[in-house]
Every structure is written in C-alpha cells, then in structure tokens.
C-alpha cells in the first residue's frame, strides 16, 4: 500500500485529485491537511468534508492548518472556483458536521503522521505551501523522513495565471514555496502550470467523464459548472496556453504519486524562488546553468502517459 498525506485548499481540481487518489487502487490516505488558497481555510475544510462523504470515506481525518500566507499578503483571484471554492454549489441538506475536523493543527499532524511512517509517506502539495513551510521550520528533520513529495506549483517559462509571472500556489505565499524548495532534500516532483496547460484533456472526454451515471459524477458536474464556463471565456483561453480544454492542475501531480510509472520524461535541477521582482515575485527559478550552487536537484514533470491519466479520471467519477 502506497502511504499519501495530502494538503489542499480544496478548490474544485483538489477535489478532482483527492477523488482520483480515493478511487486508486493499493492506496492509504492517512490525512488530509487544509490551507488557504482557492478559499478560505474554513471553506476548506468543509469542502474536503464534503468530498469524503460523496466518495462514502468520512473515516479519514482532515485538520485545519494555515489561514494565511507567511507574510499574511493576498494575491490573486480566489473566486475561480467560486466564493466557496467548489463553484458555490449547494449542498446537500445532510451537509458532513464540521465538528468532524480533527482538533489537532495541521501542521502538527504532518510532523506526527512523517514521524510515525518514517520512509514510507509520499506528502501530495497541491495549495500554497505554507503548511509545509511551518512544519519543516517546527521539525527541520522532516523532509528526511519523507519517501516523496509531490507539488502542484510553480513555472517554468515565466508564464503567470494570477501575476505577469506568477503561479498561483506559489505567489499566493512566496516564502512559504522559497523555503520548500530549499529545506526538502527529499525527492520532490513539480508539476508546473504550463505542463499542465501542454497536457490538457479535450472537452468531449470532460462531457464523458461527467456523463458517467454515478453519485460522484453528478457531484463533480454540479461543483463543475462554475470553472468550466469560466475556463471557456477568451480571458482564460488565453491563460491556459495551447488552446481549450480541460485542465485539473491538481490531479496530475496526484497521478504522479499514485502511479510511478505515470510520469514518463522528466528534467532534473536545482530551483528555487523569486521573492522581491516586481513582475517575478512567486516566480519558479530554473537553475539549468549551475549557479544557484545547490546540490538537491527536483523533478519537473515534462511528459506523462496521457492514457493512464484519462483511466484514473474516468475511476475517480465511476
């Protein structure tokens, strides 16, 4: 069994994921940790709530962690997936009990669970990574634990989604992301937004996938409605590169940890973050010459195998 801890800010593509991770097969998810985000903190953790109940796994704890950015700045739109984040679609009238998340902080449950498994837990970031941030600064001894860490986060070609030249998850907390990539020594996987734009899925899977006569399908398709109709203005069309289509930023840095043989090419360097341009701030640094000096090389997802992803898409909803 695969051992996962995932922290989130649960928009509508964490819910994608973390419902692709629950339907993977030889899969344990010991934890879901909440941060700010695609919402606030408080919307997060409801929304995690509600995706456990939909896909019938109310067992696994969720804990609240960061509210805000280390430096307490907020950048950029959150209302892509809607006020809410999960495209201010209503709930049901059974809505999970938010006395369901776990008293203890979010950052000090990663601490704990690492600790508990040492060797044995991929830790999936798909959201401003301040959680990850404060738990290394809590327990430097951390990412030496780890067996993986996944990111969904940063850029490679400059190409902004909430500044000039910003990612969101990294410029939404900059510090947070800068101290991640320098303090996890582990081996660390990015996959970076215009990876993702490169290896959108088409509409017409989106309308089968969505099609599929399930409960999490009729979720999906109602959360949904918000960011698809916003994915197909001219605004977005633009943003997302390479022309229409769908995109679940968040899913493809899951499939990574759920299936090692779903990344198929790779590059490896040292990276790091801008922290004080006035058009770069949050944006991922590609050291391909050498100079930043680092010993501790990432992976930046390049290619994947595009079929696997549509199958662990289509079992997600099934």
């Known amino acids: 069994m695969k051992k996962l801890l995932l922290d989130v800010d649960c928009g509508v593509d964490d819910a994608q994921a973390i419902m692709l991770a629950l339907a993977a097969p030889k899969v344990e998810i010991l934890g879901i940790t909440c941060v700010h985000g695609n919402t606030t903190v408080d919307n997060v953790y409801k929304n995690v709530l509600r995706v456990l109940k939909t896909c019938k796994k109310p067992k696994i704890p969720v ?15 959150e209302n892509f997936h809607g006020k809410d984040g999960l495209g201010d679609a209503p709930d049901d009238a059974d809505a999970p009990d938010a006395k ?47 067996k993986r ?69 009729r979720f999906m398709a109602k959360i949904f409605s918000h960011s698809i109709e916003a994915s197909k203005t001219e605004r977005f069309e633009k943003e997302f590169i390479a022309g229409s289509g769908l995109i679940s930023c968040d899913s493809y840095a899951m499939a990574a940890a759920v299936d090692d043989s779903f990344v198929v090419e790779s590059d490896q360097f040292p990276v790091s973050v801008e922290l004080v341009g006035t058009h770069t701030r949050g944006m991922m640094v590609v050291d391909t010459l050498g100079l930043l000096n680092k010993t501790h090389k990432v992976f930046i997802i390049k290619k994947v195998d595009m079929e696997k992803f549509r199958k662990m898409m289509m079992a997600a909803l099934k």
């Not at 804990?63 to 739109?77: E, F, M, N, R």
């Open 149 to 217: 860490l996944y990111i969904m986060g940063g850029n490679t070609e400059s190409r902004g989604n909430t500044s000039v030249c910003g990612e969101f998850n990294f410029t939404d907390d900059p510090e947070a992301a800068y101290i991640v990539l320098n303090d996890y020594q582990c081996p660390t996987y990015l996959a970076c937004w215009e990876f993702t734009c490169y290896n959108k899925l088409p509409w017409e899977f989106c309308d089968a996938w969505l099609a599929q006569n399930s409960h999490k399908a």
């Open 100 to 146: 369901k998340i776990q008293e203890e902080n979010a950052v000090s449950a990663i601490i704990r669970i690492v600790n508990k498994n040492p060797g044995e837990v991929s830790l999936v970031a798909t959201a401003p990574l301040t959680n990850l941030a404060l738990a290394v600064r809590m327990d430097p001894s951390l990412p030496a634990k780890l």
């Open 63 to 77: 804990y609240k962690g960061a509210a805000k950015s280390i430096l307490g700045i907020k950048v950029g739109d």
